[in-house]
Structures are given as structure tokens and as C-alpha cells.
């Protein structure tokens, strides 16, 4: 069974630009959750996707969107990037969105600079 | 909405000592669940432990136990007999019902220092 992963690792940008990141989910799962931790914070709920659809939504800007695939893999897109988007970006798979057990992804650190 | 707060941001213990951290939340729901998580220097989150709010049951999960008290909303973590590899960040998160959906919300967290 294969775990929750990140892509990229790491990843510098630069403010105004625009990011893509993507997260593939475990075996079985097409529900995704993304969340946002700041340096020293707990995570905080940006949004979730269930069989392609947006299924839930934090209090993010517009400016954070994503896409959810039929395999159920999913990207996390930041336009507009400002200083404050600099944080590690988690990735969580579930078995359905009804499902209380979460699977989290390493994140992607992303530096804004 | 909900808000979990842990208030003790570091908090060390020696191997083999037992450790309490500390949780409490505030919801307006009936029933939900509250979890454990715990997020080593590596980064990846792992479940700990979980506890659904109609269970007067405390959770028990080998080391790690949990003291629910449903009214005055509050969670708290006991890891008995600590080991060097519980050194990590301790996240107490709360998720509504399921059947509204499976979002969790974090309490900031507690850094765990385990001195060998």
C-alpha cells in the first residue's frame, strides 16, 4: 500500500508569482484535504476535494484553488503569491469524506521570498 | 465554529516519566471527534490517538491515553513510560460529525521534549 505523497520537497518563489503543488493520495482513498502550516502554528484547513469536486472550504482566498483527478490525485495552485504564503503545505487523503481518519502527505515547504 | 487551544507551547520530560499535555476545545456540536496527532522533526503527521465524543470511554492506544471530560471540553494526552522518539510536536485537533465532513481544526501545539 502506497503512502500519501508530496511534490515538490521544497520550493522558492518569488511574491506575484504563481505555484502548483500536487499530492497523491494512499491507495483506496478519493477524498483530499489540504492544509497550511505556518512556521510554529498548527495546520490550518484551506480546502477538500471529494471525487473531483470541492467538498469543503477554509477561510482562504480565491487566489488558492485546486483540482482534484479522476485517479484522485490533486494540486494545491497559489496565484499572487504574498510573504505570508511561506509555510509547509500538507496534503491529506481519507478513505471517503465521511471518514474520520486522515493520511497525511511529508508537505511542501514553500519559501516566498 | 470551533477553536482548540493547547496551552503549554514546550514541555520536557525525562525517558521513562510519564507526561500530560494539555487540550481544550470549544464547539456548539454534539458529536464529533478529537485526535492526537503527532509531528516528529521529520514533518510527516501521524494519528496518535482518537476518541469519539459519545464514548465516556477514555482512548488507549498502548503508552498513550486520553482524559475526555465531554463537559468540560476538555482532552489531555498521557504518555506513560517515554521514549526518546516520542520527541516531536503534539497537535490536538477536533473534527465535527462525519457526515458533515471530515475537516480538522488544530490546536497550535505542544513541542515535546523527551531528555534521555
Known amino acids: 500500500e502506497t503512502g500519501v505523497t508530496q511534490s515538490p520537497t521544497h520550493l522558492i518563489k518569488t511574491r506575484g508569482q504563481q505555484v502548483t503543488l500536487r499530492c497523491s493520495s494512499q491507495s483506496g482513498h478519493n477524498t483530499v484535504s489540504w492544509y497550511q502550516q505556518a512556521l510554529g502554528q498548527g495546520p490550518q484547513f484551506i480546502f477538500q476535494y471529494y471525487r473531483e469536486e470541492e467538498n469543503g472550504r477554509g477561510n482562504f482566498p480565491p487566489r488558492f484553488s485546486g483540482l482534484q483527478f479522476p485517479n484522485y490525485s490533486s494540486e494545491l495552485n497559489v496565484n499572487a503569491l504574498e510573504l505570508d504564503d511561506s509555510a509547509l503545505y500538507l496534503c491529506a487523503s481519507s478513505l471517503s469524506g465521511t471518514s474520520y481518519e486522515q493520511y497525511f502527505g511529508p508537505g511542501t515547504r514553500l519559501t516566498v521570498t | 465554529a470551533q477553536t482548540v487551544t493547547q496551552s503549554q507551547p514546550e514541555m520536557s520530560v525525562q525517558e521513562a516519566e510519564t507526561v500530560t499535555l494539555s487540550c481544550t476545545y470549544d464547539t456548539s456540536e454534539s458529536n464529533y471527534y478529537l485526535f492526537w496527532y503527532k509531528q516528529p522533526p521529520s514533518r510527516q503527521m501521524i494519528l496518535v490517538i482518537r476518541q469519539e465524543a459519545y464514548k465516556q470511554q477514555n482512548a488507549t492506544e498502548n503508552r498513550f491515553s486520553v482524559n475526555f471530560q465531554k463537559a468540560a471540553k476538555s482532552f489531555s494526552l498521557k504518555i506513560s513510560d517515554s521514549q526518546l522518539g516520542d520527541t516531536a510536536m503534539y497537535f490536538c485537533?477536533?473534527?465535527?460529525?462525519?457526515?458533515?465532513?471530515?475537516?480538522?481544526?488544530f490546536g497550535g501545539g505542544t513541542r515535546l521534549m523527551v531528555k534521555p
Open positions: 485537533a477536533f473534527m465535527k460529525s462525519s457526515y458533515a465532513g471530515n475537516m480538522l481544526t
